[in-house]
């Protein structure tokens, strides 16, 4: 089991910043990847950044160089830092963990609301 705990939402004007974190605790070990999505009102959930336990990462297109997704391994905690946001970001945002043996596993979302 691996369990994802968010933090980070909130409300912010278009342009401004906001960084999620998340927190994993569990069967670590077996994590492949660890990633962001978002669901907004009416629409399916999308990915949004992921990165993978090699390092590399990856990025919706319509997020690439305002959102940066970083990992601290000693703290078990994946960031995303989202620059220059828009109202069209707003939406719950997910932390997603994959195991290579149980699978996906999600966190309980945090709300970002861009608008002014």
């Known amino acids: 089991q691996v369990q994802l705990v968010e933090s980070g939402g909130g409300l912010v004007q278009p342009g401004g910043s906001l960084r999620l974190s998340c927190a994993a605790s569990?069967?670590?070990?077996?994590?492949?990847?660890m990633g962001w999505y978002r669901q907004a009102p009416g629409k399916q959930r999308e990915p949004v950044a992921t990165?993978?336990?090699?390092?590399?990462?990856n990025y919706a297109d319509s997020v690439k160089g305002r959102f940066t997704i970083s990992r601290d391994n000693a703290k078990d905690t994946v960031y995303m830092q989202m620059n220059s946001l828009k109202p069209e970001d707003t939406a719950v945002y997910f932390c997603?963990?994959?195991?290579?043996?149980?699978?996906?596993?999600w966190g309980q979302g945090t709300q970002v609301t861009v608008s002014s």
């Open positions: 997603n963990a994959r195991h290579f043996i149980y699978g996906d596993y």
């Open positions: 990165i993978r336990s090699e390092g590399s990462t």
């Open positions: 569990g069967t670590i070990s077996g994590v492949q990847s």
